[in-house]
């Protein structure tokens, strides 16, 4: 049989506002069955940098953007509180932590500064995005049929990269971003935790390398 196509009533998205979880977001407006509820999340709706975004929402009502500052806690709580009234009664099958951030410095221009930001951005980020839609993600997990688990029944999908792997040393020659590869090699392992820990609520968890994408952060060389 046909693999069974990606079927999602809701989906959520950070760092929607442009590279990889702005497409994201085209991709799941273009679904022959696109998603009752597609959240996007970024640090500032209504500004200059989520113009592409807000003209997308203007068209299509299913989408629905909502600010989120990942590094900071209170603003997590607070968006997972909004998706929970939009959702009403049902639950959130797809998370999708892609907000991410590279500061490009060789090894020795590293700072407590850089690593500490960079890892609250890319690891810590998703650790406490998935604590917060933990129950949003329980609830469609149980409103979804059968035992497997599966991103269409709900699921947290960390966008890694391999840049993280300890035993590829991919990219090293031309970038070394050291604070980055250790932010996602932090991140593998998290995943691989959540996946763990939330396996007996029905939720599946996996780290997806994207490739070299042409974005901001992965810049013209993707």
């Known amino acids: 049989s046909s693999m069974a196509e990606l079927c999602v009533s809701s989906v959520l998205v950070t760092g929607a506002n442009r590279g990889i979880g702005l497409g994201f977001v085209q991709h799941f407006l273009r679904m022959p069955k696109p998603p009752q509820w597609i959240f996007a999340t970024c640090r500032d709706p209504k500004g200059q940098r989520a113009q592409d975004l807000q003209n997308l929402a203007s068209k299509h009502p299913n989408l629905v953007i909502i600010a989120l500052e990942i590094a900071d806690p209170a603003s997590i709580k607070a968006a997972a509180a909004k998706v929970g009234e939009h959702l009403g009664g049902s639950g959130l099958n797809l998370l999708i932590n892609n907000a991410g951030m590279v500061k490009p410095k060789m090894l020795e221009?590293?700072?407590?500064?850089?690593?500490?930001?960079?890892?609250?951005?890319?690891?810590?980020?998703?650790?406490?995005?998935?604590?917060?839609?933990?129950?949003?993600?329980?609830?469609?997990?149980?409103?979804?049929?059968g035992s497997g688990l599966s991103c269409s029944k709900a699921a947290i999908v960390n966008i890694s990269s391999i840049g993280g792997s300890i035993?590829?040393?991919?990219?090293?020659?031309?970038?070394?971003?050291?604070?980055?590869?250790?932010?996602?090699?932090?991140?593998?392992?998290?995943?691989?935790?959540?996946?763990?820990?939330?396996?007996?609520?029905?939720?599946?968890?996996?780290?997806?390398?994207?490739?070299?994408?042409?974005?901001?952060?992965?810049?013209?060389?993707?």
């Open 167 to 222: 035993a590829s040393a991919f990219g090293w020659e031309l970038i070394q971003i050291v604070s980055y590869r250790c932010s996602k090699a932090a991140l593998n392992m998290l995943s691989k935790c959540q996946s763990l820990a939330y396996k007996e609520h029905g939720i599946l968890c996996v780290a997806l390398h994207p490739g070299w994408v042409q974005t901001d952060l992965g810049s013209s060389a993707g």
């Open 109 to 145: 221009a590293e700072t407590l500064e850089d690593m500490t930001e960079t890892y609250t951005t890319n690891t810590v980020g998703p650790l406490l995005m998935g604590q917060a839609f933990l129950p949003l993600l329980k609830k469609a997990a149980q409103g979804s049929p």
